[in-house]
């Protein structure tokens, strides 16, 4: 099968660089996949699930936050701020910053703030969301 180059670099780590037949990302437009000599693009990555599959057969599942991606002469680039694998999430930390997110929105400080929690909590989602559905 063909390949192309992954490169997923996270803020505070490179999350994963090699070789990868498929990729699905979600984005604003919903989830976006990418195969071996795809036609150039960029988009904005947001909270959700990251699917790729090496060429050894093996499917690899993260819970990756808001982010950009670049494809580009069969390498891709994905920044994000955070990646982590599925027995990586700590459920109830990811519980507690939900609830927290949730009440900073309610007290309504400041736009910023609001949309700064706003961010928080859909991580904090999706990280039990991921959790939940493929950590086996």
Same mark, same amino acid.
């Given at each position: 099968?063909?390949?192309?180059?992954?490169?997923?670099?996270?803020?505070?780590?490179?999350?994963?660089?090699?070789?990868?037949?498929?990729?699905?990302?979600?984005?604003?437009?919903?989830?976006?996949?990418?195969?071996?000599?795809?036609?150039?693009?960029?988009?904005?990555?947001?909270?959700?699930?990251?699917?790729?599959?090496?060429?050894?057969?093996? &499917?690899?599942?993260? !819970?990756?936050?808001?982010?950009?991606? @670049?494809? +580009?002469? /069969?390498?891709?680039?994905?920044?994000?701020?955070?990646?982590?694998?599925?027995?990586?999430?700590?459920?109830?930390?990811?519980?507690?910053?939900?609830?927290?997110?949730?009440?900073?929105?309610?007290?309504?400080?400041?736009?910023?703030?609001?949309?700064?929690?706003?961010? &928080?909590?859909?991580? !904090?989602?999706?990280?039990?969301?991921? @959790?939940? +559905?493929? /950590?086996?």
């Amino acid at each position: 099968m063909n390949s192309f180059r992954l490169e997923v670099l996270a803020s505070d780590k490179p999350f994963y660089e090699g070789e990868c037949i498929s990729l699905v990302i979600p984005t604003t437009q919903g989830q976006y996949g990418i195969q071996a000599m795809h036609s150039n693009a960029i988009c904005a990555i947001i909270p959700g699930t990251l699917k790729f599959t090496l060429p050894s057969g093996e &499917r690899v599942i993260a !819970a990756v936050s808001q982010g950009i991606a @670049k494809v +580009e002469n /069969n390498h891709v680039l994905l920044l994000v701020d955070t990646a982590e694998y599925p027995e990586e999430i700590d459920e109830n930390l990811a519980r507690r910053t939900a609830e927290e997110s949730k009440e900073a929105m309610l007290q309504k400080r400041s736009i910023q703030d609001y949309y700064a929690a706003q961010v &928080r909590m859909a991580r !904090a989602i999706n990280r039990l969301r991921v @959790k939940r +559905e493929y /950590n086996k």
